[in-house]
């Protein structure tokens, strides 16, 4: 069969993508992936200071309100999780950005992730946290289920023209519009693998097209890097490429590299409309296209399981992070003794006060190899750089400490 089907993920960048992938695209589909689950907590922040907040603005004042004209001139239809915690009031917003622009659109809300309404019932269930063995959590403030392609797809089979989700798989929002325009049945599940494995090439935006590729010096371009476009057929094969005359490299590389981004077990990647295979996929490159383009088949599938993800966050203290350059002879010695006074002196402020200790600090620094553990390599001469840079976290429980650890910074560079 033909391809009959085209998709771009704008990504996190929120306006760069929007002019390449529309002007320069042929799209049935935009779809938009922003939430990591450190994205949940800053939204659940967010809402809890305004009950119209806890969304993505930059979804709807970057992404949509400039290009909402042409995006319905052309016909293309968005599909995004930009709701994060609060759905509604970013479909509201869309809908104010919509009427303003004179554009009828319809505008549908993926909702049912939300689970606060049975924290009491999970804590009286026995949970515990799998690495430390803590009880569950008094100060939950959000939970959010995991959804699947499910929703997405019959909100298009109802006629959205946008659809905005809260919490759901990241591939989901490729996968919706998939199963709506080839109507593949929820027992497909090699096809249903397929079209997970495109959402999840391109569930990051321009990873997959070089952005944190490992040979970077490869990837030309960076400032017009090329957002990635699928073109999938009814049997699950898809070819990925990007719109023309735009920066980034798509490649075997590349592409393999996001396959196995946060993947697991790639023989079971759980998902909640599939168990997917990914063992033996294959990445080929096909030859004249602009920027490179690759086809990808070969996932299998199984049926799900009968469970589902949950993301929650609480609170747990306030954090502050100091970063410090430093310069001159043994500049990692004198980096280190910088950090571990700033410590000390801290920790005697507490003590005077009657506050607790941290609940937990890091110190790193930058330029002596410290990500490199073990196998860090020395400079020849035994002095180390003569430049590094101070990387100091601290975690405590109370907002007191962690501003009083803020004022002593600076200090640190006027004279300790």
Not at 107 to 117: F, K, P, Q, T, W
Not at 383 to 412: C, D, M, N, T, Y
């Amino acid at each position: 069969a033909g391809c009959g089907y085209r998709a771009a993920n704008g990504g996190f960048s929120p306006a760069p993508p929007v002019p390449q992938l529309l002007y320069g695209g042929k799209l049935d589909f935009l779809v938009f992936d922003y939430l990591s689950e450190i994205t949940m907590s800053l939204l659940t922040a967010a809402k809890a200071r305004s009950p119209v907040l806890g969304y993505t603005p930059d979804f709807v004042s970057a992404a949509m309100a400039p290009y909402i004209k042409d995006i319905h001139r052309k016909g293309v239809r968005v599909i995004s999780n930009a709701g994060g915690i609060n759905p509604l009031a970013c479909a509201a917003a869309l809908q104010e950005v919509a009427k303003k622009a004179d554009v009828d659109l319809k505008i549908a809300v993926v909702a049912g992730d939300d689970l606060m309404s049975e924290k009491e019932n999970l804590k009286g269930t026995g949970i515990t946290d799998l690495e430390s063995g803590r009880q569950f959590p008094k100060s939950i403030h959000s939970m959010n289920v995991y959804l699947g392609a499910r929703p997405i797809s019959r909100a298009l089979d109802l006629g959205a023209d946008i659809v905005v989700t809260g919490r759901c798989v990241d591939s989901g929002i490729v996968l919706g519009p998939l199963i709506h325009s080839f109507g593949w049945n929820r027992d497909e599940f090699d096809l249903l693998a397929a079209g997970s494995l495109a959402g999840h090439l391109i569930e990051c935006g321009a990873q997959c097209t070089g952005g944190i590729f490992t040979d970077w010096h490869a990837v030309p371009d960076w400032h017009n890097i090329g957002f990635p476009i699928v073109e999938c057929s009814s049997e699950g094969d898809f070819i990925l490429s990007k719109p023309p005359d735009t920066g980034g490299l798509i490649s075997f590389g590349t592409v393999a590299e996001q396959l196995v981004y946060e993947l697991g077990n790639p023989r079971q990647y759980l998902l909640p409309d599939v168990t997917c295979d990914f063992s033996e996929v294959s990445i080929t490159e096909i030859p004249g296209f602009d920027g490179g383009a690759v086809k990808v088949h070969g996932a299998k599938g199984s049926p799900p399981s009968t469970f589902y993800k949950v993301n929650a966050t609480y609170l747990d203290g306030f954090r502050a992070t100091a970063v410090c350059p430093v310069g001159g002879p043994k500049a990692v010695e004198k980096g280190k003794r910088t950090a571990e006074s700033i410590l000390q002196r801290t920790r005697l402020i507490f003590s005077q006060l009657g506050y607790e200790d941290y609940s937990a600090v890091n110190i790193q620094v930058l330029g002596s190899e410290d990500t490199y553990g073990p196998h860090a390599r020395r400079s020849i001469d035994g002095q180390g750089p003569r430049e590094a840079v101070i990387w100091l976290a601290v975690h405590h429980k109370q907002r007191e400490a962690v501003e009083i650890f803020s004022r002593e910074i600076a200090p640190a560079g006027t004279g300790m």
